[in-house]
């Protein structure tokens, strides 16, 4: 199949799930154009079968806004004509599912008809999405996707609950590549890190107040007071500078090292005794899951779908959001009692095998060929 990927190129869930399936496809012969305004972070280097298409819009001074939309939607026309595609995935509904069923009309007057999935991730839905300035066009552009997907049952009911959908929502879950994700030996980084023999928990995400940043540092301050840490706080985003004021006002900076965005993500998840993801909300938990594939332990939130990753008393556990005291119990819980935490480890590894990449690539590549299938009866 010749498909074209629509994403954020950027550091969120929806973009490197969009590059991650794009890449393991390519590796099974499929050929990946990736449409979007800039190389996204997880391209990296050449891969065979991956092209990419940039997006060129100017500013003009009659737009107080460059319309970046408007230039989405010719570039996806432009692609599927001249390099004949049969089908085009969209990841994130704002403004990906709308534009491409701009260019889906585009093309049809020149008597093309290319089907669309759309990957529903999450804030496009629960935060973004809900917005009634967006919500006519979200929903809209859900119900004219030849398929949509949810990356957890939970994202799928938000939808149902928010939206009046009128076409079938499919669950396929988030996935993790294990060829990547996987505990390595680097006791003498840890050693770096932790010289004392510290544990050390890390946090991963965007750094957005939905994240609840300054809950994992107030989470830490008490761990620490009972076992002697570190903390890695990985990423960037808005909430970075009050986390950082935090912890200074806390006095525990010298063992809270900011991080900020890291490519080599696994490199550091493979010396963490904790993951720590108390989020108000997560369709998924994909940072949650890809610690778990490095043998990590995990304490969230019981939000979204993070119970859908996270085993509460198996992988790691589970509280309210916000619940900071019980979140510190649990971590301390884990982090003294050797035994425990070996098991978790473990535990974590076998649940996140669930969500192997060459398990739910199949998946998707069934889905694919179901919806073309149905769009030659549409056509016919």
């Not at 997006?55 to 970046?68: G, I, K, R, T």
């Not at 010298?254 to 963490?272: H, P, T, W, Y």
Request: hydrophobic fraction near 40%; include cysteine; charged fraction near 25%.
């Amino acid at each position: 199949m010749k498909i074209g990927v629509v994403c954020y190129p950027t550091y969120g869930g929806s973009g490197v799930v969009a590059t991650e399936l794009g890449l393991g496809l390519a590796r099974k012969g499929h050929e990946i154009h990736f449409i979007t305004y800039r190389p996204p972070v997880r391209l990296g280097h050449f891969h065979q079968n991956v092209f990419y298409h940039e997006v060129d819009y100017e500013d003009y001074p009659l737009f107080e806004y460059p319309p970046y939309d408007t230039a989405l939607a010719s570039t996806i026309v432009d692609v599927v004509q001249y390099q004949n595609l049969d089908l085009l995935h969209v990841h994130y509904a704002i403004p990906h599912a709308a534009v491409a069923y701009m260019a889906k009309k585009i093309l049809l007057t020149q008597g093309r008809y290319v089907p669309v999935v759309t990957t529903l991730h999450g804030t496009d839905i629960t935060l973004v999405g809900a917005n009634r300035t967006f919500a006519p066009v979200v929903e809209f552009s859900i119900n004219k996707s030849d398929g949509v997907t949810a990356v957890s049952q939970s994202l799928k009911n938000d939808t149902l609950r928010l939206f009046n959908i009128q076409r079938d929502v499919r669950v396929i879950y988030n996935f993790i590549d294990f060829e990547r994700f996987r505990k390595v030996n680097k006791e003498h980084f840890k050693k770096i890190i932790a010289p004392e023999g510290e544990r050390i928990l890390a946090h991963t995400s965007n750094f957005r107040k939905v994240k609840r940043v300054e809950d994992v540092v107030r989470i830490f301050q008490r761990v620490r007071e009972r076992v002697p840490s570190k903390l890695l706080m990985i990423g960037d985003g808005p909430e970075r500078p009050n986390a950082e004021r935090l912890c200074r006002q806390l006095g525990i900076c010298a063992d809270v090292r900011f991080l900020g965005k890291q490519d080599a993500i696994e490199e550091l998840l493979a010396i963490c005794d904790l993951f720590l993801i108390p989020s108000e909300n997560e369709s998924f938990g994909l940072a949650a899951l890809e610690a778990m594939a490095c043998e990590v332990p995990v304490i969230s939130s019981n939000s979204g779908g993070l119970p859908e990753v996270n085993l509460h008393g198996v992988t790691g556990y589970l509280s309210e959001p916000g619940n900071i005291e019980e979140m510190a119990q649990y971590a301390v819980q884990l982090l003294t009692n050797e035994a425990l935490h070996s098991q978790f480890r473990q535990n974590a590894l076998k649940q996140a095998r669930r969500f192997d990449l060459n398990l739910i690539l199949p998946e998707y590549e069934a889905y694919y060929a179901e919806i073309l299938e149905n769009s030659k009866i549409k056509i016919e």
